[in-house]
Structure formats: C-alpha cells, structure tokens
C-alpha cells in the first residue's frame, strides 16, 4: 500500500483529539475554537471545582 492509499482515519489514528470530544461533525473553525476556549477555561477555574475563588489583595 502507497502512502497516497492510505486512508485518513489510517493516517491520524495516533492523533490524540479528545480535546474535540463534544464538538459536532461538519461545524466550522469557529465552533471548534469557542468549544476548546471554553473547555480551557473550565479547566483553569478552580471554582469549577467547588473550590472558593480567592482574591488576591490588591492593597499590599
């Protein structure tokens, strides 16, 4: 078999795009994009988690 008779799925199948999970076949750039965001800042907020959000003390 030819490199160029090799199938997509063949080809990426080492390719890790559990980052993609949620996201619809077929959506555009931008879904992808505001999916990953979100995902990301879900990731980042500790109070996500149940955990209070502490703020840093601005005064010193």
């Known amino acids: 078999m030819s ?4 199938s997509r799925d063949e080809r990426y199948a080492d390719v890790d795009t ?3 999970e949620g996201v619809e076949d077929g959506c555009g750039c931008a879904e992808v994009w505001e999916h ?3 995902r990301e800042a ?4 500790p109070a ?3 955990e209070e959000r502490v703020e ?3 005064s010193g």
Not at 3 to 6: L, N, R, S, V, Y
Not at 42 to 45: G, I, L, N, T, V
């Open 3 to 6: 490199e160029d008779d090799e």
């Open 18 to 20: 559990s980052h993609l």
């Open 36 to 38: 990953t965001s979100e």
């Open 42 to 45: 879900a990731e980042d907020d």
């Open 48 to 50: 996500e988690d149940g």
């Open 56 to 58: 840093a003390d601005a």
